[in-house]
């Protein structure tokens, strides 16, 4: 028998969205659709929109026009949306005067979670375990990303926004969180990546999206966007493509 199609919404949708800051047009007319289990690469330039978009999305500053849903929760609902959501910025928040452990097991109780053994595990998958007693002030740039990542996954969110997420890593550890970011969208939950990194987006991201000026100039998946250009073009070659016309 045939499987009927889903009903549910997608993991992000934006219809007609719009940022202003006075005069300037951070966001404009941004329609958007992220499916749910699918990894979304977020391009552009410095300037581009980008952190406004991912702003709006998570709740943390309203748009001045047109829709936006994450988890099918109106981001006018912040309470909504903040349950089903997981946020790792370029500069993690945490507490350098904890340590790791104290911080993870803090956030969790903030959210109301006290599954110490993902936590344990976590800290296992990246690596921080002998690391987890010491004061986060201690931790090198990449430790502290990693347990930003942490922090964003503890609540097993069903959509994860991650700015920059390989920033400061060394290689191995950047590794990692390539690896799970993959694996957490084999488990269905849905990733928004932007970053600067594009061999990241060519290998993770389903569908790309790539911004400026505040406009969606081009989206879709790496290779139909590569073949858009000439043959034998990488996504670095249609990032510069479509962005240069907007210079």
Do not use: C
């Not at 978009?53 to 026009?65: A, C, G, N």
């Not at 047109?66 to 903040?82: I, K, M």
């Not at 966007?225 to 990488?234: K, R, Y």
């Amino acid at each position: 028998m045939a499987a009927h199609p889903s009903t549910d919404p997608p993991a992000i949708s934006t219809a007609g969205l719009t940022k202003r800051y006075g005069d300037a047009v951070a966001v404009e007319d941004l329609d958007l659709t992220v499916e749910r289990g699918s990894v979304f690469g977020f391009l552009g330039p410095n300037g581009a929109g980008k952190t406004s978009t991912i702003r709006i999305l998570t709740t943390l500053t309203e748009p001045t026009s047109g829709t936006a849903h994450v988890a099918g929760e109106s981001v006018t609902d912040r309470a909504s949306v903040v349950e089903h959501i997981g946020v790792l910025p370029e500069e993690p928040p945490v507490y350098d005067e904890l340590t790791g452990r104290e911080h993870l097991e803090y956030i969790a109780g903030l959210r109301g979670h006290d599954d110490w053994g993902r936590v344990e595990s976590l800290l296992d998958r990246f690596e921080l375990s002998e690391d987890a007693d010491r004061r986060v002030g201690t931790y090198s740039k990449g430790m502290k990303q990693k347990l930003g990542l942490v922090q964003a996954l503890l609540h097993d969110p069903s959509v994860l926004f991650l700015d920059e997420p390989t920033s400061g890593l060394d290689p191995r550890a950047a590794r990692t969180v390539r690896n799970t970011i993959g694996e957490v969208a084999a488990e269905e939950t849905t990733v928004f990546l932007s970053t600067h990194i594009l061999p990241v987006v060519e290998e993770l991201a389903d569908t790309v999206g790539v911004l400026a000026d505040g406009d969606l100039v081009a989206e879709g998946a790496p290779a139909e966007l590569t073949d858009s250009v000439e043959s034998g073009s990488t996504l670095e070659d249609v990032f510069l493509d479509v962005t240069s016309d907007r210079r």
